[in-house]
C-alpha cells in the first residue's frame, strides 16, 4: 500500500525558511515522479514543484527563485527547501505520487508565514 508522509511545516516570519520532508512507502521510490502541492481552504490545489526519477526538475512561476526540491532514493524522501518565504505562501503542502495510474497523496503539513 502506497504512503506518504509530509513533515516539516510550521509557524515562519516572512523572510524565513522552512524544509519539508515527504516520505515514502509502498512504491519503488527511484522510478516516480514526485510533485508538491499546495491548497489554500478556499482555492483549489495548486501545483508547486516536481521531480522525476532522474532529477529534472520544475517550479511554479510563484516559487521559482525560492523554492528547491530534491530527493533522495535511499531515503524515500523528497524534500521542498523554501526560502524567503511569503505570506501568501501560507497553505497546507501535499505531496503525490502515481502508481499505475492512480494519484496518492499524503495527509499534508501547514505552512503559516506570519509576522
Known amino acids: 500500500q502506497v504512503q506518504l508522509v509530509e513533515s516539516g511545516g510550521g509557524l515562519v516570519q516572512p523572510g524565513g525558511s522552512l524544509r519539508l520532508s515527504c516520505a515514502a512507502s509502498g512504491i519503488p521510490f527511484s522510478i516516480h515522479t514526485v510533485t508538491w502541492y499546495r491548497q489554500v481552504s478556499w482555492k483549489e490545489r495548486e501545483f508547486v514543484a516536481t521531480?522525476?526519477?532522474?532529477?529534472?526538475?520544475n517550479y511554479a512561476d510563484s516559487v521559482k527563485g525560492r523554492f528547491t526540491i530534491s530527493r533522495d532514493n535511499a531515503k524515500y524522501t523528497v524534500y521542498l527547501q523554501m526560502n524567503s518565504l511569503k505570506p501568501e505562501d501560507t497553505a497546507v503542502y501535499y505531496c503525490?505520487?502515481?502508481?499505475?495510474?492512480?494519484?496518492?497523496w499524503g495527509q499534508g503539513t501547514q505552512v503559516t508565514v506570519s509576522s
Open positions: 503525490n505520487v502515481y502508481k499505475s495510474g492512480n494519484p496518492y
Open positions: 521531480i522525476t526519477s532522474s532529477g529534472i526538475t
